[in-house]
């Protein structure tokens, strides 16, 4: 499989490791992009299985975080029944002014997934003060 050339923010290149370099024996992927200045610059992305391509950008732990709580926010709209799946990445794309290739939480910064968890937080509320009507 071929290698990707990744950047880190850091500047730093990305290298293709085994996830267990970062999770241990709790490592639930086989193999991870990581930072080559890990463990100082702690960022890394996700792998697919087959093809090594990365799921999103590297990130740090603060990134990883943000993204995680933007995820809960996100999938709370169609995981409801507010929305289908669809529906919600097509609305993502539109609230945040994205193409469908942008239009993915492990691919944005810290300030487009602030900008989505308060669009979430939004149109779940206007669907609470609809239903209170």
Not at 40 to 45: K, N, P, T
Not at 90 to 106: D, N, R, S, V
């Amino acid at each position: 499989m071929k290698k990707r050339v990744l950047k880190c923010h850091c500047g730093a290149q990305a290298v293709l490791r085994p996830a267990s370099v970062v999770h241990g024996e709790k490592a639930r992927s086989d193999y991870l992009y990581v930072c080559a200045r890990y463990p100082a610059c702690d960022s890394y992305v996700g792998v697919h299985r087959h093809s090594h391509e990365p799921l999103g950008s590297l990130a740090d732990r603060s990134l990883r975080n943000k993204r995680i709580q933007t995820h809960k926010a996100f999938d709370r709209l169609w995981e409801s029944g507010m929305m289908q799946r669809w529906q919600a990445y097509l609305w993502m794309e539109f609230k945040l002014g994205l193409t469908k290739e942008q239009a993915h939480i492990a691919r944005l910064p810290a300030h487009k997934c602030d900008e989505l968890i308060a669009a979430c937080e939004e149109e779940w509320q206007n669907k609470m003060s609809r239903l209170a009507s």
